[in-house]
């Protein structure tokens, strides 16, 4: 026997020895692991089934309509907030949107040097901002300048938390446009700006729209910055520059009150809202199933392909 | 005719060049609203570190009653840094396990399960606080809090206080859930950087699956996943409304974490609670805005370095030993 | 030689089952591994089609052909690495020695310490050192003792003619090694698993000439303990290093015998073609 087969006589013994040992402590992982998937989708599951069978109860025409009664009444309903959570969307969006695809323009088509790579890496450090710390700047420049809580100091402080959000999916969306697209309209002599709305934009339009969706869904959920800001209100709309209800903030409000059924409606609100947001998320979702990609995990991908 | 020429020209560069201002502006937005952002909470909060200086982060006083007012950070600060740490101690391996599980799997379970834990971080933050404050509270209580006070509340103080479900604990767990599809998702892109070659080499070499994560994704991705799970805790330092439904509220020295049954407050929290009420006029609000700007710069700190070590991992993903 | 002035419809013979030729003189000797009527199809579409082929021990097999005739998918097939790719079935059967590496009741485990491979890409693992990627395979089965490691350490990386460049600094990072010193590590860090075969996947293609022909010395010398199987796409390399040679055209084996004789007086007309350069 030479020492190679000699070794590999010796090794294949440890390995007899050792190998249940492997297989198990590999099971046992494997078991750990998928339990951990379980876990994690049970809150998931409980936390719909809760809200569609407690809100279901609570909801009629009524209660989607009317403002709310006096606490702890049965009556009433949550229409003040739903037609200020769908004001606010909009208005957030007129400032949000266009700031944040124009920047999304600027670090996809600009960008050059230092300073579109700070612009970038504040992008995405500010989309982390606490954003209750927004609805503090917001309060400060807003609320104490014009001296009331208001629907422009909420639509101010959720804008800032959509425009990051639109500004980097804008931009990876327009970084997959092959470039060939660009030379053609410069070839045809088409000036910048033509090319990038005409032809880069209209190239990019589904992955910019998803963006612009996932950030709509985002701002519909908060809350914290909506407390400083639009401050909350029983009344339907009547101004700009006055306090505004919205669903979070209701829910919020429901949530504090120790009766069964403002609980009850507090269920009730957040259907709706879950149903508004989630609603955006899967049609996203279907939209980009035969994809195969989503433009968060791109976003999240391209992170480290920084020129 | 050369002219007309030259004039269109000069119109077409004026208008691109019209266009690049725009975009630029738009670009240099993020940096005005950082800068002024910094201006108004600094300025704004003035008043507090001029009353109080630095033992503003060090007091433990809680009061609003005008003639006594005192004002002290500390018990909000180590609220946060309590429910963060408990969150990221329960949320980080069951969001890596996830991430190994989804980075693992055939595309046809790993694909509705990934977009399952999306749908996890689509739930606002309010309806995870309504969720725990009316649903998830009281089978905590029930099944953990009490049957743990019970058994070891005389004697370990970790289980001492009064099981209510308003509670550090309650807060954390549920903080827990919140960041567990940020650091999944993300953990599972970086997993997914790992070529494919490291798990080969490990599966050549003979290795169990467990034995292939070992030896050929974790130590190639360790960088990305830390960066991961501080992403995570950025997340759940700045979170709000969950915690403010479920943290019970304490103020004063009264926050400060003493068990984990004990109700407690984060700096998020007790500007959600509080807020509102506070006078601009008195040294209130100021402390308030104290307590922004002190989360502001743990936030900022911890998603500086999250980020760096994220893209520092997906940068190498195709470096190092393919050259 | 007038079969190659008359056009030759590509793929028209089904399935050639070709198997060494003089096989009675060969008989004599064991088979170290045996695929049969292999077949590897990636979403519904076969990539290698009923292969049968059979490796003498201790021998080195070549299998050629142009890019995409699926013999890096057929080498595969032999250490189960399929099992990892996402759509890929693979039906037929794999013997080593007698066991047959497809059967369910086997984790592949038990046959990859058997069988090392060595890829077209260097692949040493990045964070360690390459002491520490040598017995990678070793301290995961539980060797633990030092000396054993240490002389296990010696021993592979002399075989892969890699020792004397950097037994001076065993600690280094791994990918501080060239291209082709990281290849031989790879070469070393699979046989310190002591396989009995050696599965090699163009293991030099992207490597500099000199390498190259060190790793060929490193194959030559190592024929005398280990059966090896090496795919490349360099009929020169093949004509050097090899015993046997397989010539593999969109999935089918076309022709299958020693080497001097594909090469040189080749039964298939379209082994003729491609040794001769006619495509590829």
Redesign the interface.
């Known amino acids: 026997m030479?020492p190679?087969?000699q070794?590999?006589q010796e090794?294949?013994s440890?390995?007899k020895?050792?190998?249940k040992n492997?297989?198990l402590?590999?099971k046992a992982?494997?078991i750990?692991?998928?339990s951990?998937?379980i876990?994690?989708?049970i809150?998931?599951g409980?936390?719909l089934i809760?809200?569609f069978k407690n809100g279901l109860a609570a909801l009629s025409i009524e209660f989607l309509t009317q403002i709310p009664g006096a606490a702890g009444s049965s009556g009433g309903g949550i229409g003040p907030a739903i037609q200020g959570t769908l004001i606010i969307i909009g208005l957030s969006s007129l400032i949000g949107i266009?700031?944040?695809?124009?920047?999304g323009?600027?670090?996809s088509?600009?960008e050059v040097g230092k300073f579109?790579k700070?612009?970038r890496?504040?992008?995405?450090?500010?989309m982390?901002?606490?954003?209750?710390?927004?609805g503090?700047?917001a309060?400060?420049?807003i609320v104490?300048v014009i001296g009331s809580f208001s629907v422009w100091a909420g639509a101010f402080a959720l804008s800032?938390i959509m425009?990051?959000i639109v500004?980097r999916t804008t931009e990876e969306s327009l970084k997959m446009v092959p470039h060939t697209y660009r030379e053609a309209g410069t070839a045809l002599g088409l000036?910048?700006?033509v090319i990038?709305f005409r032809i880069v934009i209209s190239a990019a339009k589904s992955g910019m729209i998803t963006g612009i969706l996932l950030s709509v869904?985002r701002i519909?959920?908060?809350?914290?910055p909506l407390?400083?800001t639009v401050?909350g209100s029983s009344q339907f709309f009547h101004g700009f520059d006055t306090p505004m209800d919205a669903l979070?903030l209701r829910?919020?409000r429901l949530?504090l009150l120790p009766y069964d059924n403002a609980?009850g409606q507090?269920?009730g609100a957040?259907l709706v809202?879950?149903i508004i947001?989630?609603g955006i998320?899967l049609a996203v979702?279907y939209h980009y199933m035969n994809k195969g990609d989503n433009m968060?995990?791109t976003l999240?991908?391209n992170?480290?392909?920084?020129r | 005719m050369a002219n007309a020429n030259l004039a269109i020209k000069k119109r077409r560069i004026l208008s691109d060049k019209a266009f690049k201002i725009g975009a630029t502006l738009a670009g240099s937005y993020v940096l005005v609203v950082v800068a002024l952002m910094a201006f108004q909470l600094i300025t704004q909060s003035a008043p507090i570190w001029e009353e109080e200086g630095l033992s503003f982060i060090t007091k433990t006083d809680w009061n609003a009653v005008e003639g006594r007012e005192s004002f002290g950070a500390l018990p909000y600060i180590l609220g946060t840094l309590a429910t963060s740490a408990i969150a990221m101690a329960i949320g980080v391996p069951l969001s890596i396990a996830i991430a190994m599980f989804i980075s693992d799997a055939p595309p046809k379970i790993g694909g509705p399960l990934g977009f399952l834990v999306e749908l996890l971080a689509a739930i606002p933050s309010i309806i995870y606080g309504l969720w725990g404050l009316l649903v998830f509270r009281i089978y905590f209580k029930d099944w953990i809090e009490t049957p743990l006070h019970n058994m070891f509340g005389d004697n370990v103080w970790l289980f001492s206080g009064n099981p209510f479900g308003l509670d550090i604990i309650t807060a954390s767990v549920v903080l827990a859930i919140m960041i567990i599809p940020t650091v999944s998702a993300v953990s599972r892109e970086i997993m997914k950087a790992v070529p494919q070659q490291q798990r080969e080499a490990a599966y050549m070499l003979g290795a169990t699956k467990w034995e292939m994560f070992k030896l050929a994704v974790f130590p190639y991705s360790k960088t990305g996943l830390i960066g991961a799970s501080i992403l995570g805790l950025g997340r759940a330092v700045g979170e709000t409304m969950a915690v403010t439904m479920l943290i019970g509220n304490a103020t004063g020295i009264g926050a400060i974490p003493s068990s984990l049954f004990a109700p407690s407050q984060t700096m998020s929290s007790i500007i959600a609670n509080e807020f509102v009420e506070a006078s601009p006029a008195s040294l209130h609000m100021p402390a308030l805005i104290g307590i922004a700007l002190i989360l502001l710069l743990i936030a900022v700190v911890i998603n500086v370095i999250a980020h760096v070590l994220v893209t520092k991992m997906l940068k190498i993903k195709e470096g190092a030993i393919n050259n | 030689m007038t079969a190659l002035t008359s056009p030759i419809p590509v793929g028209m013979e089904s399935n050639p089952t070709a198997t060494p030729e003089h096989e009675s003189s060969v008989d004599v000797s064991k088979y170290k591994m045996i695929a049969e009527n292999v077949t590897v199809s990636y979403g519904g579409i076969d990539a290698v089609k009923n292969v049968t082929m059979k490796f003498k021990e201790n021998s080195v097999t070549a299998l050629i052909g142009p890019s995409g005739c699926g013999k890096t998918t057929f080498l595969r097939c032999l250490n189960r690495m399929h099992d990892m790719t996402k759509n890929a079935k693979v039906t037929g059967k794999v013997m080593l020695d007698n066991i047959d590496l497809y059967s369910k009741d086997i984790d592949p485990i038990y046959h990859r310490r058997k069988v090392g491979m060595v890829f077209q890409k260097p692949n040493p693992f990045p964070t360690m050192s390459v002491y520490d990627n040598v017995t990678s395979g070793l301290r995961l089965n539980g060797v633990k003792d030092k000396r054993i490691l240490d002389e296990i350490v010696e021993d592979s990386l002399k075989m892969a003619y890699l020792w004397d460049e950097v037994k001076n600094d065993l600690k280094k990072s791994a990918v501080e090694l060239s291209g082709g010193q990281q290849q031989r590590l790879c070469i070393a860090r699979a046989l310190a698993i002591q396989p009995e075969v050696l599965l090699m996947d163009e293991p030099a293609s992207a490597l500099d000439p000199i390498a190259t022909q060190k790793i060929e010395e490193t194959i030559t010398e190592l024929k005398k303990d280990y059966t090896i199987i090496i795919v490349t796409h360099n009929m020169q390399q093949a004509i050097r290093v090899s015993d046997y040679t397989g010539f593999m055209y969109i999935g089918d084996l076309i022709e299958f015998g020693e080497t001097k004789k594909l090469f040189t007086d080749p039964k298939e007309d379209l082994t003729a073609k491609y040794v001769q350069g006619h495509f590829g």
């Open positions: 030479n190679i087969q070794r590999r090794y294949r440890l390995f020895q050792n190998v492997r297989l402590v590999d992982v494997k750990v692991v998928f951990c998937v876990i994690a989708i809150p998931l409980s936390i809760e809200v266009p700031i944040g695809v124009m920047s323009i600027y670090l088509e600009y579109a700070s612009v890496f504040f992008t995405d450090v500010f982390e901002f606490p954003s209750i710390v927004i503090i700047f309060f400060l420049v104490l800032l425009f990051p500004a000036k910048k700006w990038t869904s519909g959920g908060e809350t914290a407390i400083m401050l979070p829910i919020w949530s609980q507090g269920w957040a809202l879950i947001i989630l998320n979702k968060l995990t999240i991908k992170r480290g392909n920084r």
